[in-house]
């Protein structure tokens, strides 16, 4: 009796299940991530109100920073640039067009001073050395403002080809005004051969580094001027965000303000308003600056280059007497006199200017009357500049060279007077048309004034205002 309970009460004790293979143990409970828990959270407390709350206010206050960032950041952007505009790229544009103008003075004066022999003026040589210290001097400047990065840009390019090739011009130069002296004809074709220098080497290279400073000055105005598209979108996106906000909260409380949120929208609306209207006033003065001042100064300054290089070509026809012809047996240097006053006034009436010509287009662009009465002025005196200039090459054509000499280069009713008229005019416009640029250019960068630093206090008093409403509302469930 006792053996069979031992028995059974042994055999109803279940026996252990065998081991697994090699010592392995059963499939183990994965616990779950923190980062799972935490979703859990977060879906638990989004289907409660003060969760709801929560979300809304953060994603309030992130839409209102968000759109103070990307205000500071575009009109600092569009500021910056403005300051390109007045600070570096005109005036880099300015310098470039003063290297070429000295060049080409610089080219004109070694003729004229040619034509005189050996009774060159001390102020003729004097104007040469100020032309040549003058470009010297400004490749200078501009070498040291180029901006580039581990490759030479288009402008240093440029700057590096004048800076070789023009000790080769002047010393040119200095051979023929050597031999002019000793009275050997070599001297005119050293002369020549240094003309050929400037207009097929020099020009063209000065002429190069001012299209690419103003293809920068384009460029800079292109950035300054346009709208700040992402801090708009990012401006309408916060006050609609604000908005359905507040109608949320009257729909289910039946208030009709909060006040935090009501704050952080006008703070908002405040910032947008000043952007669009910053914005658009900056817009207009710098388009005003570039319409009445970079453009007008442009149109100047080839009126100028127009001028000096008809001057040169003045005096080379003198200098060479025939010696260069163009294909159909012109003189070479007369065939280029004639083109260049044709495109600086064209073929207009006694006291005019054509509308398709330099000092045309230039009338057309001046903004009010103290800038057009030197172009004016200049328009006369090119007319006048004609008119003389026929009447030396009539005295070259039958034979009486002291006439023509006198005509164009004699101190008294010469082509070389009408000239400076001409270019002293030009000056004075340019002074004038300089002076409008940076009063409109200064007016439309200081729109920008204030703007970026105001925007991102506007915003962080907005994202403060938009979490103290819904603070407000979660209060009321604790």
């Known amino acids: 009796m006792s053996s069979t309970s031992s028995v059974t009460s042994v055999s109803a004790v279940p026996s252990a299940a065998p081991a697994p293979a090699g ?21 638990a407390a989004a289907v409660t109100e003060p969760g709801r709350l929560r979300a809304i206010g953060a994603v309030l206050a992130l839409l209102v920073v968000l759109f103070g960032a990307a205000t500071a950041w575009q009109v600092s952007d569009r500021s910056a640039a403005a300051d390109d505009v007045v600070e570096r790229s005109q005036p880099l544009t300015a310098d470039a067009a ?13 003729a004229g001073g040619f034509l005189a022999g050996g009774t060159e003026s001390p102020a003729t040589r004097a104007r040469y050395a100020a032309d040549i210290a003058t470009a010297s001097d400004l490749l200078v400047k501009a070498s ?15 700057i590096a080809r004048l800076g070789r090739l023009l000790p080769r011009y002047t010393g040119l130069v200095e051979t023929a005004r050597t031999n002019n002296r000793l009275g050997l004809p070599l001297g005119g074709a050293y002369l020549r051969y240094a003309n050929d220098q400037m207009r097929k080497e020099l020009l063209p290279a000065a002429r190069a580094l001012y299209d690419a400073e103003t293809v920068r000055l384009s460029a800079d105005y292109g950035r300054a001027k346009a709208w700040p598209l992402f801090a ?5 996106a916060a006050i609609g965000a604000l908005v359905w906000a507040q109608r949320r909260n009257y729909r289910r409380t039946n208030r009709v303000f909060d006040r935090g949120l009501l704050a952080a929208t006008a703070a908002s609306v405040v910032v947008l308003l000043w952007l669009v209207a910053g914005h658009a006033v900056a817009r207009a003065g710098l388009s005003d600056s570039y319409e009445h001042g970079a453009r007008s100064l442009r149109v100047l300054n080839e009126a100028r280059i127009d001028a000096l290089q008809a001057r040169g070509d003045e005096n080379l026809t003198l200098v060479a007497r025939g010696a260069v012809l163009t294909g159909d047996q012109k003189d070479f240097y007369e065939v280029g006199f004639r083109a260049g006053m044709q495109d600086l006034a064209g073929a207009g009436s006694e006291g005019g200017a054509a509308a398709g010509s330099r000092l ?26 004609q008119a003389r200039h026929a009447e030396a090459r009539e005295a070259d054509d039958r034979g ?4 023509a000499l006198a005509k164009v280069i ?3 009713a010469s082509t070389g007077a009408s000239f400076d008229r001409v270019d002293a005019g030009l000056q004075q416009a340019l002074v004038h048309e300089q002076d409008r640029f940076r009063s409109a250019a200064d007016g439309g960068r200081g729109a920008f004034g204030g703007l970026a ?13 938009a979490v103290l409403g819904i603070g407000r509302r979660l209060s009321e469930y604790r």
């Open 360 to 385: 045309g287009a230039a009338l057309a662009l001046a903004g009010d009357d103290a800038g057009r009465r030197p172009v004016r002025d200049a328009v006369a005196a090119v007319r006048e500049w």
């Open 144 to 158: 040291a403002n180029t901006r580039g990065s581990g490759t030479p840009d288009a402008a240093g390019v440029q």
């Open 232 to 236: 708009l979108a990012a401006g309408v």
């Open 23 to 43: 010592g392995a143990s059963g499939p183990a409970v994965r616990r779950r991530t923190a980062w799972a828990e935490g979703l859990d959270r977060l879906r």
């Open 98 to 110: 003063s290297i070429y103008r000295s060049l080409a003075d610089a080219d004109t004066t070694a």
């Open 400 to 403: 009486d060279y002291g006439q």
């Open 410 to 412: 004699g101190p008294d």
């Open 453 to 465: 630093v105001g925007a991102g206090v506007l915003a962080v008093l907005a994202a403060a205002g």
